[in-house]
């Protein structure tokens, strides 16, 4: 274990963040389908599905871990995906997996700060993110650096887990997340920290209407929310606007 990441927006959340991921990486994969029953696989095809009517040919994936989400994308034929992440260890893992499946022409990971992206403006037609903007330590500032990096009229597309609200959902997914998980996760990860963040890091996160409002707050427009699976994880979309016509 390498250090604590405070849950919510505290100094030096970036780098204990990055230090947490790049010690559980080897077992990040095993984990998610282990603890997720393999639903997050789903959820991340449905995420993907949600570009297929824009066509997008070139799409940025934030916090891209190992490569899951990036190399879901493919599946509506892009011609490139690129990842970055914080973690290099994750993505470490993530280019052998692409390299194991001969993708590395299409698909490209690389480290980078969700705040500071390392591209110029308007280069992609869509960004994803999947489990990934809870960890941003300034939401707002990753969001704006989205929008900036996204084409006019380029779509985000945001999985993230959020609050189910149904009785008994609600309380089963409680006890699920505050203890199995870190239980489970301590044994398998031999991290004990990284899978206490996990919960703590869901309980602070402003989902549903407040992360739609915050989308809105930094110039996204057409944003819309789908609860997945009883409200534990939910799908968000938004646009960049479009370029006006110039005044005659």
């Not at 029953?37 to 995420?47: M, P």
């Not at 330590?137 to 887990?161: C, D, Y």
Request: proline share 6%; no cysteine; glycine share 6%.
């Amino acid at each position: 274990m390498k250090t604590q990441p405070p849950p919510g927006e505290a100094p030096g959340k970036k780098e204990a963040v990055a230090a947490m991921f790049d010690d559980i990486a080897p077992r990040y994969d095993l984990l998610n389908r282990v603890l997720s029953f393999g639903i997050d696989q789903h959820w991340r095809v449905r995420a993907i599905k949600l570009l297929e009517q824009d066509k997008p040919r070139r799409i940025l994936d934030v916090a891209t871990g190992t490569g899951d989400l990036a190399i879901k994308a493919l599946a509506i034929e892009p011609e490139k995906v690129v990842g970055v992440d914080i973690s290099e260890e994750m993505l470490e893992h993530g280019r052998e997996k692409i390299r194991e499946q001969g993708l590395e022409d299409r698909i490209t990971l690389r480290k980078g700060d969700a705040e500071k992206l390392p591209f110029s403006d308007s280069q992609f037609d869509a960004v994803v993110v999947a489990f990934g903007v809870r960890n941003f330590e300034h939401l707002e500032a990753g969001l704006r650096e989205i929008l900036r990096v996204l084409t006019p009229g380029g779509r985000l597309v945001v999985l993230e887990f959020s609050h189910p609200n149904v009785f008994p959902i609600k309380h089963l997914y409680k006890f699920y997340s505050h203890v199995v998980l870190p239980a489970v996760g301590r044994v398998v990860s031999k991290n004990a920290v990284a899978y206490r963040y996990l919960p703590a890091s869901v309980d602070v996160f402003p989902s549903g209407e407040q992360f739609l409002s915050r989308l809105r707050d930094v110039g996204f427009v057409d944003t819309e929310s789908v609860p997945l699976t009883f409200g534990i994880a939910s799908l968000y979309s938004a646009l960049r606007p479009a370029k006006r016509r110039a005044k005659r």
